[in-house]
């Protein structure tokens, strides 16, 4: 299967518009005037009707396109090679972000914290289980979708074996999963049920980003992707109908339609620009700019908005997030994800070489 070029354009610029949003979130909040963002919202954003719907967007296509990716991943895979390499993927740069921010909130440093932090503050935010666990400061709040992905990996990994016997039968279990979870779990009046709430109201994105990749690699029929893909619909909706909570996006079905299309379209892009070096540099640092840019935009503008205007520290802010992201990718992310495959490969040279020693010793015993 080629390498889906047109992907990596599409995590760019759903990268750019959650950072975006959060940036404009942080200038509204604060009573700013942005005059850059106003011609924006009056030129583009508002007659495309993204003006509310910047981060949602980019966060659902990331979820669509995660589930693309992951889909392919599971072919080649293991179960447990395939959470193995997950887990070194997400976890040693969200534990280097968080254990960032919890410093600088520790010095009074304003990154997006709000309230004083202790220890077992950094604890659940290492783990995720700030999002389940009453009075809990969140150091890192993007991290919400970590827990959505989370729970993805591990269906998909339960049913890596069927998935290859039976492709139809995985997104059965997904519809069926859903609308039970939905069923069972109503209350969101604590921070556990409320996360669950989230969690199953997000996962049917990422199953649908699951067919459209069982389709793309001729495992499962186009109509009874598009079959599956329409009761993933029928449970966003009736998700988004029974709580008043979650999601809270307006038109959340109908834009997940328009991603999903949007997706599909782009898997078919190859060539130029989106094949070139640059794109597929940029596309492998976007996780490090989604888990660091609220931080970073946090911290500058605060520095900054009041002496130097709004449009200069967003200008500052955004080379900031990528110098911070780049360096985090450089010497957090890769050396892990190197280490860990040396290692994978290590253990599987050992095991082919291990035969070889045995027939070696046996005929030297003859």
Request: charged letters at 15%; proline letters at 5%; aromatic letters at 10%.
């Amino acid at each position: 299967m080629r390498y889906l070029h047109g992907l990596d354009a599409l995590r760019i610029v759903a990268s750019v518009m959650v950072v975006y949003d959060h940036l404009h979130g942080w200038f509204a909040s604060g009573g700013q005037r942005w005059r850059f963002d106003e011609n924006l919202d009056a030129a583009v954003l508002g007659p495309l009707r993204l003006d509310a719907l910047m981060g949602a967007f980019g966060i659902c296509t990331f979820f669509v396109v995660s589930g693309v990716v992951i889909t392919h991943a599971a072919f080649r895979e293991s179960p447990g090679r395939f959470v193995a390499r997950r887990a070194v993927r997400i976890v040693p740069l969200l534990w280097a972000v968080v254990l960032l921010v919890w410093v600088l909130a520790v010095v009074h440093v304003p990154a997006g914290v709000t309230g004083p932090v202790d220890v077992r503050d950094l604890l659940t935010n290492l783990t995720l289980t700030n999002f389940f666990v009453p009075n809990q400061t969140g150091l890192d709040l993007v991290t919400w979708t970590l827990a959505v992905q989370i729970a993805y990996y591990l269906f998909v990994a339960a049913t890596i074996p069927l998935l290859r016997r039976w492709p139809w039968l995985p997104p059965a279990l997904a519809v069926t999963v859903v609308s039970v979870l939905l069923s069972v779990v109503h209350d969101e009046s604590t921070p556990a049920t409320h996360m669950l709430r989230v969690i199953i109201t997000f996962l049917p994105i990422l199953f649908i980003g699951q067919l459209v990749g069982l389709a793309r690699l001729g495992r499962l029929h186009p109509l009874a992707a598009l079959a599956y893909g329409v009761l993933q619909c029928l449970l966003l909706a009736r998700a988004d109908m029974t709580s008043d909570l979650t999601p809270a996006i307006p038109g959340y079905t109908r834009m997940v339609v328009c991603i999903a299309l949007l997706v599909i379209v782009c898997c078919r892009l190859d060539g130029g620009l989106v094949a070139g070096r640059w794109t597929r540099g940029v596309a492998n640092r976007t996780y490090a700019v989604f888990l660091v840019h609220v931080p970073v935009l946090y911290v500058t503008p605060h520095l900054l908005s009041t002496t130097t205007g709004t449009t200069l520290a967003f200008l500052i802010a955004i080379v900031a997030t990528a110098v911070v992201a780049d360096l985090l990718y450089r010497f957090v992310e890769v050396p892990c994800v190197r280490w860990y495959r040396k290692w994978e490969n290590r253990g599987r040279n050992s095991a082919e070489r291990a035969p070889d020693d045995l027939a070696g010793r046996v005929e030297a015993a003859r």
